[in-house]
T-cell receptor, first 113, second 112 residues
């Protein structure tokens, strides 16, 4: 248990569905992140939020829409996904900069059918 | 972003020290080296980090060369539960947030 909670843990959705992934932390962190990990590939950084402001968007398609309503919560809204979007989606959080580490959630295993 | 190079796989006997190397020859003076590990499809777990001095915690030791172009993660007494993919990362700060760019890592297998 890292203090970063992701829900749901597993999700199956059709290509025409709209769903949201949720990430929550009560560690007092003020930076949050979304990563994607496809099968047998390294983690890819998708989005970075610092003080609830998006500071990095790594060429992620618009069918993925992040939202950070406050420093404790991060969402990833999904719509019209493709089967190749099936992956493990990981959320992380950290304090700003300095001599600290990021904590990862256990991820949401997404399958697009 | 500074790139890291790690061997794709390593084996180690249970109870022995596991030494995982990493090259980061383009690291800048204020960039930290971080190590994480990922046990089959779980979220990555933080292990240790350092800037220029050697570091030790309850999980591992980190040895950074004087020129900072390479480092070695040491698991002093490896157990079967240490089997995982180990990632060496040069951390970048963007507007205060931590940008961790993961490579392929080293798949460490601990053998009984």
């Amino acid at each position: 248990e890292t203090g970063v909670t992701q829900t749901p843990r597993h999700l199956v959705m059709g290509m025409t569905n709209k769903k949201s992934l949720k990430c929550e932390q009560h560690l007092g962190h003020n930076a949050m992140y979304w990563y994607k990990q496809s099968a047998k590939k390294p983690l890819e950084l998708m989005f970075v939020y610092s003080l609830e402001e998006r500071v990095e968007n790594n060429s992620v398609p618009s069918r993925f829409s992040p939202e950070c309503p406050n420093s404790s919560h991060l969402f990833l809204h999904l719509h019209t996904l493709q089967p190749e979007d099936s992956a493990l989606y990981l959320c992380a959080s950290s304090h700003m900069g300095g001599n600290t580490e990021a904590f990862f959630g256990q991820g949401t295993r997404l399958t697009v059918v | 972003d500074a790139k890291t190079t790690q061997p794709p796989s390593m084996d180690c006997a249970e109870g022995r020290a596991a030494n995982l190397p990493c090259n980061h020859s383009t690291i800048s003076g204020n960039e930290y080296v971080y190590w994480y590990r990922q046990i089959h499809s779980q979220g990555p777990q933080y292990i240790i980090h350092g800037l220029k001095n050697n570091e030790t915690n309850e999980m591992a030791s980190l040895i950074i060369t004087e020129d900072r172009k390479s480092s070695t993660l040491i698991l002093p007494h490896a157990t079967l539960r240490d089997t995982a993919v180990y990632y060496c990362i040069v951390r970048v700060i963007i507007q205060g947030a931590q940008k961790l760019v993961f490579g392929q890592g080293t798949r460490l297998t601990i053998n009984p």
